[in-house]
Every structure is written in structure tokens, then in C-alpha cells.
């Protein structure tokens, strides 16, 4: 068997997976989920990792340091760093599973049931994580600055990539389900 073998819906949703698997890489490491700006080009933004500074010098500190300087419980920044990577983890067994039964394994409905209850429960898992980490960190700015604090673009393609792999899972299903199998 080989990819040629397999149906144009699989390979897009390892298409779809990769991609969703890139941007989840680029929204993790970025320290844009949330952004307060305090004078016009200048801002203060969180990540998963850093808060950062925008101002003449660009700084950043890490995120959990951050949070025992102005006597803040970190326990929920490592339960949501936590629940993204194991997303990612799964995501990316999910595109190896993916790959396998499109060059190994064509027409075996249960590994296509597998690749897509593991895409659904990866999206649940990151959402969870990404949703409760962008909610406190909104508050953590917002009541140390007094200011109104924004999702950033890192958190758009936190989302994107989610729904990219929700996507990928649907085209899953739909595999499975053919008639013709």
C-alpha cells in the first residue's frame, strides 16, 4: 500500500494535522496570548512561558517567577502548560498514526476511528488548557496594570490550529464511515 493508494479526504487531513501541528508549535512558543497596551507601541504581553515588556528594552521574565513577585498562585499556569502539551503530544502521535495508515494500513476503519477520537480529544484537551490559561492571565494583566488586557494573535492561531485539527478528526470520521470500505 502506499499514499497513492489512500482517499484524497485522508490525505487532507494529514495535510490538515501537519499545518494544525505547526501553528500549535508557533502559538505555544510565542509570548502573545495576551497583551495589554499601556501607551501607544507599547505593550506588555504574556505567553505560555514569558511575560514580556515592550518598551525601549525589550524584556521578558519567566511567566511563573512573575507570578511569586507579586504573590500570585502559579499552579494554574503549570496545570494549563500541562494540559497544551499533552494536547500537542497526542496531535503529534495523531499524525504518525495518520501517516502509518495511509502507507501501511489503507481501509482499516479502526485506525481511522482512533486517528479521529484522538484528534477530538487533543482539541479538547488543548482548548481546556489554552481557554483557562488566556482567561487568568486576561485578570493577572488587567488587575496588576488596571487596564483593559486583549487575546493576542498568538491565541487566533491557537484557535486556527485547533480548528484545523477538528477539521482533520471530521474528515477522519467520514473515512471511516464510507460505504464503500
Known amino acids: 500500500m502506499g499514499l497513492g493508494e489512500t482517499s484524497l479526504k485522508w490525505r487532507c487531513a494529514i ?8 501553528m500549535m508549535i508557533a502559538a505555544v ?5 495576551a497583551t495589554v497596551e499601556i501607551i501607544p507601541n507599547l505593550e506588555k504581553h504574556i505567553g505560555f512561558w514569558y511575560i514580556c515588556d515592550d518598551t525601549r528594552t525589550y524584556s521578558c521574565q519567566d511567566f511563573t517567577e512573575y507570578l511569586k513577585e507579586i504573590s500570585e498562585n502559579s499552579d494554574w499556569v503549570h496545570g494549563c502548560r500541562a494540559l497544551v502539551v499533552i494536547g500537542m503530544i ?3 502521535l495523531t499524525i504518525v498514526v495518520s501517516v ?3 502507507y501501511m494500513a489503507a481501509g482499516m476503519n479502526i485506525g481511522h476511528m482512533v486517528a479521529a477520537c ?13 481557554l483557562v490559561f488566556l482567561a487568568n492571565s486576561m485578570d ?11 487575546p493576542s494573535w498568538s491565541f487566533v492561531v491557537f484557535i486556527i490550529s485547533q480548528g484545523l ?5 471530521g474528515l477522519q470520521v467520514f473515512e471511516a464511515c464510507r460505504a464503500d470500505s
Open 165 to 169: 485539527f477538528l477539521i482533520a478528526g
Open 29 to 33: 512558543a510565542s509570548t502573545y496570548m
Open 90 to 92: 497526542i496531535e503529534g
Open 100 to 102: 502509518y495508515m495511509a
Open 118 to 130: 484522538s484528534d477530538f480529544v487533543s482539541v479538547v484537551i488543548n482548548l481546556i488548557g489554552g
Open 140 to 150: 493577572i494583566l488587567q488587575s496588576q496594570l488596571e487596564m483593559d488586557s486583549d
Open 15 to 22: 495535510f490538515l494535522s501537519f499545518i494544525g501541528f505547526v
